[in-house]
């Protein structure tokens, strides 16, 4: 999992879904689950 401070490109990329948790932006992907960031 990376640490990003924009996520928006991670956004574009085909079956990925940005997601909050615990106050925490998280990007999930269920297609290619080696795409994994979180934000804050």
Do not use: C, D, E, Y
Request: no cysteine; proline share 5%; net charge positive.
């Amino acid at each position: 999992m990376k640490v990003r401070n924009s996520l928006r490109a991670l956004k574009k990329i085909p079956g990925s879904q940005v997601v909050r948790r615990r106050g925490r932006t998280f990007v999930i992907n269920k297609k290619n689950p080696r795409i994994k960031a979180r934000q804050g």
